[in-house]
């Protein structure tokens, strides 16, 4: 059984940063790129950010480009979300999300890529 634990969420204030963790179990970690999305209040899910099984790639959203920066573990089945100058607009549940394709030779970057999610973590910046 698939599971992915977000942690690290909390209130900010603008400008500064939080680390977002994904712990994975249940599927060979090595072998699955990973992604983060979030979801502000009204608002679809969107692709922040994502990195390839073998964490030699990684892709942003434009959004966040500069800011955050995506990187993970194989030997802890740990994804990282690490977030700086946060602004007002980051505000939103974040979710980490692991890709349905084993080996994927290119980043996945919608939703319909991912077959299992997090529970998800709330991040809220303050002006």
């Known amino acids: 059984q698939v599971q992915l634990v977000e942690s690290g969420g909390g209130l900010v204030q603008a400008g500064g940063s939080l680390r977002l963790s994904c712990a994975a179990s249940?599927?060979?970690?090595?072998?699955?790129?990973m992604g983060w999305f979030r979801q502000a209040p009204g608002k679809d899910r969107e692709f922040v950010s994502a990195i390839k099984w073998s964490g030699g790639s990684t892709y942003y959203a434009d959004s966040v480009k500069g800011r955050f920066t995506i990187s993970r573990d194989n030997g802890q089945n740990t994804v990282y979300l690490q977030m700086n100058s946060l602004k007002p607009e980051d505000t939103a549940i974040y979710y980490c999300a692991l890709d349905r394709v084993r080996l994927r030779p290119v980043l996945p970057t919608a939703p319909r890529d991912y077959d299992y999610w997090g529970q998800g973590t709330q991040v809220t910046v303050s002006a």
């Open positions: 249940g599927r060979t970690f090595s072998s699955y790129s």
